[in-house]
T-cell receptor, first 115, second 113 residues
Framework: GAGVSQTPSNKVTEKGKYVELRCDPI?????LYWYRQSLGQGPEFLIY????????DSGLPNDRFFAVRPEGSVSTLKIQRTERGDSAVYLC?????????????FGPGTRLTVT | AQSVTQLDSQVPVFEEAPVELRCNYS??????LFWYVQYPNQGLQLLLK??????LVKGINGFEAEFNKSQTSFHLRKPSVHISDTAEYFC???????????FGQGTELSVKP
């Protein structure tokens, strides 16, 4: 079956612009996660959805970052007034139940470059 | 705050040699432990996981890891590596609530002929 997909694969934007990154999870997975991976670092948790609601958004760095999952499937990560420090690979993952023992399946990521 | 430390940022090794990638985590509560691999230009793929039971866990591609609760470690091993094992390896922990993963900084394994 299809895995987790993310679009676009690459995004270049100017400082101050608004961007949206999309994630399509595996069908039937109730949990969806966003992570950010900076160069030379491990992925860093941003936000976790259980169904349509954000169950844990403690990793969002500031109020310029926002994410939605209106129908409990596709999710969009939104970044306002982008800064050069936002440049990173944004990873999406999904799991069946959202429990800690569940395997998370990762998408290929969106590489965001803010110039 | 919970954290994961991968003690080696880079591990160069010759083909067919054994390798150990080290991982320590900070926690006094029950955790679930994972090793993920990231091949060049690919997404993260699960190698193996420890949930409970036997402390020696076997994964894909001949890798195994041993959970040591007293030392809060979860080191990854392979008795004989191949060129195709060249990749970035990440250790991660999760807790029951929410399941968000906390990753280490990664270890770059470079296998040379």
């Amino acid at each position: 079956g299809a895995g987790v997909s993310q679009t676009p694969s690459n995004k270049v934007t100017e400082k101050g612009k608004y961007v949206e990154l999309r994630c399509d999870p595996i069908s039937g997975h109730t949990a969806l996660y966003w992570y950010r991976q900076s160069l030379g670092q491990g992925p860093e948790f941003l936000i976790y959805f259980q169904g349509t609601g954000a169950a844990d958004d403690s990793g969002l760095p500031n109020d310029r970052f926002f994410a939605v999952r209106p129908e409990g499937s596709v999710s969009t990560l939104k970044i306002q007034r982008t800064e050069r420090g936002d440049s990173a690979v944004y990873l999406c993952a999904s799991s069946l139940t959202g429990q800690g023992f569940d395997e998370q399946y990762f998408g290929p990521g969106t590489r965001l470059t803010v110039t | 705050a919970q954290s994961v430390t991968q003690l080696d940022s880079q591990v160069p090794v010759f083909e067919e040699a054994p390798v150990e990638l080290r991982c320590n985590y900070s926690s006094s509560v029950s955790v679930y432990l994972f090793w993920y691999v990231q091949y060049p230009n690919q997404g993260l793929q699960l190698l193996l996981k420890y949930l409970s039971g036997s402390t020696l866990v076997k994964g894909i591609n001949g890798f195994e890891a041993e959970f040591n609760k007293s030392q809060t470690s979860f080191h990854l091993r392979k008795p004989s590596v191949h060129i195709s094992d060249t990749a970035e390896y990440f250790c991660a922990v999760a807790y029951n609530q929410g399941g968000k993963l906390i990753f280490g900084q990664g270890t770059e394994l470079s296998v040379k002929p």
